[in-house]
């Protein structure tokens, strides 16, 4: 989280750029631009939450000499159990250690640059019994004590998970365009510790090789066309005797063309198409003498396409549109998991003989932005044949080891995802501010008739914020946030209705000089006044199992530069 610039969301043509399986958009985290040329600079930020004693820092170094590029970051989390307004849940702990860096080339001819990271975190899994007086216990019925659930050293079980990624990401200039290249390898180990906190009761071991090419067309006529390929090996290995996924080969190929047009900087139209084809082979696995999962081959391939429209009218009001199609593959999860999946208390099973998911979609909408106030309208509609998902048919229950759980299994139906978000701001003064935004979706099962599950609850978030001017300091806030959620009971028949909560946060920040050194400073509190509440979503529902209480962090943040 700490080495992200920014964050964008892409819908309609642009997003088939990015992959097919993006039937809602694409989420694009960006990463910083490297420093200006002669500059060496850097950022120290440190923050602590008093929840679950979260204490988190980062440090950056990077520089730039004559175009040679260089950038180091390391980031340490750790936390222990969090805490409800009905006690502190056992085992909810983590700790994160981040290592990344960057080298590379800024010229003329355009940039080259080395990406490499390490990641490993370490998450507790809250599988623990509750006495009668609702107290925790281990499993020879001897109540955790308090020092014990605010121990930073997790308790089994507990996941590790490791992620390796070298990426070698260029923008050359050749001709009158520029092809931009990713090729990547990543290894993602997962593993989880039952019995002991060396030996994995499961791990696999998913290594991943990628590549992505992208050539931009000089423009003409007005069209800025760009076409592309791209796609990834992927093969995953179990290390361990307990089975959740079988050992599989995946291959995936795409290839695709964008184009974009303006009209007297007002009007623009973009389009673009894409044929994905996957490739997946499960491998047979047995445990004991039985089987476990049965071989298979599976091979998807489709053709999506989309179009996107915006019209800005005056420097006041827009309008923006987009129609298409999109196409997502099953995953391996969903074709051929066979197993308690740790952490959901839920026994999974896939289907080899699921369908890819196939949606026609579309969302528009319409924004204002004045001199005293800016809104924001938009709806959005998607229908998706074979949608694929997981529920409980008739209570079904497997017992492993004595232990009972709820067996889901992956499914599809048709179905249709549809619903708006809207927000409205105020700033009647300079210094003050008023921000309202509300969102809900809404999922309809077309073939039974009932509500999708999963589907999150409405929400609707108002803030008000005042930025004075105060002598000596900058870029000073106030701000209380009020978060309604609703009452969700549009749910599916294995569902619980969850009611609706209401949050109040509030969180303050400045910048100060210390000798020439900017150095900002936040304070923040969210769930102000403890709530007891528990999210429509969350895996721990079913468990009675509350979401986070009262947490107020404090943030450093130092930025230097040299030249």
Request: glycine share 10%.
């Amino acid at each position: 989280q700490f080495g992200a610039q920014r964050v964008e969301v892409l819908r309609g043509a642009a997003s088939l750029l990015y992959g097919s399986d993006a039937l809602g958009g694409v989420i694009n985290i960006l990463d910083p631009l490297p420093a200006a040329d002669g500059q060496v600079k850097g950022e120290l930020l440190t923050n602590y939450a008093s929840n679950n004693g979260l204490s988190g820092s980062s440090v950056m170094l990077e520089g730039n000499a004559d175009g040679f590029i260089w950038r180091g970051r390391g980031s340490y989390k750790n936390a222990f159990s969090y805490n409800t307004p009905e006690g502190r849940i056992a085992n909810t702990g983590f700790n994160e250690l981040n290592i990344s860096g960057q080298l590379g080339l800024n010229k003329e001819w355009g940039y080259t640059h080395l990406d490499f990271s390490s990641f490993k975190s370490e998450l507790g899994l809250p599988d623990f019994e509750r006495n009668a007086a609702g107290q925790f216990i281990d499993e020879d019925g001897n109540v955790l004590s308090s020092s014990q659930l605010k121990d930073r050293q997790l308790l089994l079980p507990f996941q590790d998970v490791r992620h390796y990624k070298l990426a070698l990401n260029s923008n050359i200039l050749i001709g009158t365009g520029r092809l931009r290249s990713n090729f990547a390898y990543q290894d993602n180990q997962r593993r989880e510790l039952e019995e002991s906190p060396s030996e994995p009761s499961l791990f696999f071991d998913l290594k991943t090789y990628s590549y992505d090419l992208k050539y931009y067309f000089q423009e003409k006529w007005g069209w800025e066309p760009v076409i592309g390929i791209a796609g990834s090996f992927q093969e995953n290995v179990n290390k361990a005797e307990e089975l959740l996924i079988p050992d599989y080969k995946s291959n995936d190929f795409g290839v695709f063309g964008y184009g974009k047009k303006t009209w007297r900087n007002v009007t623009t139209l973009s389009i673009g198409a894409r044929f994905d084809r996957r490739n997946i082979t499960g491998d047979q696995m047995l445990e004991g003498t039985e089987e476990k999962f049965n071989a298979f081959t599976n091979t998807f391939s489709n053709i999506s396409g989309a179009l996107g429209f915006t019209q800005e009218f005056n420097d006041q009001w827009s309008f923006k549109a987009n129609l298409g199609s999109a196409f997502r593959a099953p995953n391996i999860a969903e074709l051929n998991s066979n197993g308690i999946h740790e952490g959901t208390f839920r026994y999974e099973i896939g289907n080899t003989a699921l369908d890819p998911e196939k949606s026609i979609y579309g969302d528009m909408a319409v924004e204002f932005a004045g001199e005293k106030a800016s809104a924001t309208i938009g709806v959005f509609n998607n229908y998706i044949n074979h949608y694929i998902y997981y529920r409980q048919f008739n209570n079904e229950v497997i017992a492993v080891e004595g232990e009972e759980f709820p067996v889901f299994r992956y499914t599809q139906d048709n179905a249709n995802l549809y619903g708006a978000e809207a927000g409205l701001t105020l700033h009647p003064l300079e210094v003050l501010h008023f921000e309202n935004t509300f969102s809900f979706t809404r999922g309809k099962n077309r073939t039974t008739h009932q509500a999708l599950p999963f589907i999150p609850a409405a929400a609707l978030r108002n803030e008000i914020r005042i930025e004075p001017d105060i002598a000596g300091l900058n870029e000073t806030y106030f701000s209380v946030e009020l978060d309604n959620v609703f009452r969700q009971n549009d749910i599916d028949v294995f569902e619980t209705v969850t009611g609706g909560y209401t949050l109040v946060n509030a969180a303050i920040g400045t910048t100060f000089m210390l000798n020439k050194q900017p150095i900002r400073v936040n304070i923040a509190a969210s769930n102000l006044f403890d709530k007891a509440y528990v999210s429509h979503l969350s895996r721990l529902k079913y468990e009675g199992i509350l979401n986070q209480g009262r947490n107020v962090s404090v943030g450093i943040y130092v930025p230097f530069i040299f030249n």
